[in-house]
Nanobody, 118 residues
């Protein structure tokens, strides 16, 4: 079992920044991908940014150049720095951890609200 604890959500004005953090604990797979997804009532959940144990990253198209994801493998934490935020970034953001190269597991955080006002 893996637990994901999220922090850093909140409200900002357009053009502002937020930093989301997620800490994983429990039986964490040796090889995994951690990151953030977001969801609104009007749109299905989409990938925002992920990073593997080997530091391979992936970003939503609209986030490239604005978002940066990093991780600390020793602490099992992942951080998403979001700059130049836009109202369309408003969503509930969920931390995620997936395994690879072994038994498949998939864990989600509770979600944290990000609101960007114009």
């Amino acid at each position: 079992q893996v637990q994901l604890v999220e922090s850093g959500g909140g409200s900002v004005q357009a053009g502002g920044s937020l930093r989301l953090s997620c800490a994983a604990s429990g039986e964490i797979p040796r090889f995994n991908v951690m990151g953030w997804y977001r969801q609104t009532p009007e749109k299905q959940r989409e990938l925002v940014g992920t990073i593997s144990t080997g530091n391979v990253t992936n970003y939503v198209d609209g986030g490239k150049g604005r978002f940066a994801i990093s991780r600390d493998n020793a602490k099992n934490t992942v951080t998403l720095q979001m700059n130049s935020l836009r109202p369309e970034d408003t969503a509930v953001y969920y931390c995620n951890l997936k395994s690879y190269g072994g038994i498949y597991v998939n864990y989600w955080g509770q979600g944290t609200q990000v609101t960007v006002s114009s």
